[in-house]
């Protein structure tokens, strides 16, 4: 079974501080997501990585960077955290090819709330 | 333009009835096309996909959808709903990446 994991399920933390999310997988993936769930608006996408070093922005990438370093892990940053951000985050990882590519695989998610 | 419509974003219905989940995709999108559903307080995990083949694709739980590329429909029906299957549930096409909408809440009642 795919295994999506995340750093942590609940972060609160302070406006303006720096906030690492950390995310791994262990199947291989190639492909691996950052997403933003809030009510009513569904999930969006912030930014994916296709490899190690490479990024690309997704639909609202402003005020968020990511590191992808080694192909297990995937970082999502907050250079300085404002309440905007608070939200549910989501990983997910993919394969590039085969039967299962393309099929997106998630992590439990991270609550962050930003005071 | 939007790439996916979910018509209706809370369906209720009553344990044993069908249901149908309503998507339109763009066509400027690609023709692959996924349900995912997610449970309460539980993450989202995939129901089923059309990337080529049949037009008619059976998921997980009893859910099946078709792909109507001339109506650019893949909407999501199954005969007889359980109370487990209360849940967001989200068409989801895939352009550079997976592109989720707002998606919809069915809510199924004794």
């Known amino acids: 079974d795919v295994k999506v994991t995340q750093s942590s399920r609940y972060l609160v933390k302070r406006t303006g501080e720096k906030v690492f999310l950390e995310c791994v997988q262990d199947m291989d993936h190639e492909n691996m997501f950052w997403y933003r769930q809030d009510p009513g608006l569904g999930l969006r996408l912030i930014y994916f990585?296709?490899?190690?070093?490479?990024?690309e922005k997704g639909d609202i990438p402003e005020g968020y960077s990511v590191s992808r370093e080694k192909k297990e892990r995937f970082s999502l940053i907050l250079e300085s955290a404002s309440t905007n951000q608070t939200s549910m985050y989501l990983c997910?990882?993919?394969?590039?090819?085969?039967?299962?590519?393309?099929?997106?695989?998630f992590g439990p998610g991270t609550r962050l709330t930003v005071l | 333009a939007q790439s996916v419509t979910q018509l209706d974003s809370q369906v209720p219905v009553f344990e044993e009835a069908p249901v149908e989940l309503r998507c339109n995709y763009s066509?400027?999108?690609?023709?692959?096309l996924f349900w995912y559903v997610q449970y309460p307080n539980q993450g989202l995990q995939l129901l089923l996909k059309y990337l080529s083949g049949s037009t008619l694709v059976k998921g997980i739980n009893g859910f099946e959808a078709e792909f109507n590329k001339s109506q650019t429909s893949f909407h999501l029906r199954k005969p007889s709903v359980h109370i487990s299957d209360t849940a967001e549930y989200f068409c989801v096409p895939l352009k550079t990446a997976l592109i989720f909408g707002k998606g919809t809440t069915l809510s199924v009642s004794s």
């Open positions: 990585s296709y490899d190690v070093k490479m990024k």
């Open positions: 066509s400027s999108v690609s023709v692959y």
């Open positions: 997910a990882s993919s394969l590039i090819s085969g039967s299962n590519a393309d099929t997106q695989y």
